[in-house]
């Protein structure tokens, strides 16, 4: 078992930064990666970054690719999103999710059903 909390979300404006941080506890030994996802009224929830607990190896969506960074601290079981040159299409609920005990990703590194655990949710909202 793994829970996870969120925080760093807020009311911006097109341009400003945030970072979001995730802090895992539990169950934590088998972590495979870290990954965000978020989503929007009205649509669906979209990936956003992933990374990999023991490489540190990550993978972006190209809808943020260049502006937003994902990092972690192993020692510390937390995972952070730098969120830079926000923009008002990045307005949504972002979550932070963990996969845990389920083995290393293969090839679905970017999928909801990778992932075992997750967070609340916090809202980022950009205005413009």
Request: charged share 20%.
């Amino acid at each position: 078992q793994v829970q996870l909390v969120e925080s760093g979300g807020g009311l911006v404006q097109a341009g400003d930064s945030l970072r979001l941080a995730c802090a895992a506890s539990g169950r934590t030994e088998n972590v495979a990666g870290m990954g965000w996802f978020r989503q929007a009224p009205g649509k669906e929830r979209e990936f956003v970054a992933v990374i990999s607990w023991n490489s540190g190896g990550t993978v972006y969506a190209d809808s943020v690719k260049g502006r937003f960074t994902i990092s972690r601290d192993n020692d510390k079981n937390t995972g952070h999103l730098q969120m830079n040159s926000l923009k008002s299409d990045d307005s949504a609920v972002y979550y932070c999710a963990v996969s845990a005990g389920l083995g290393p990703f293969r090839g679905t590194i970017i999928e909801e059903k990778s992932y075992n655990y997750w967070g609340q949710g916090t809202q980022v909202t950009v205005s413009s």
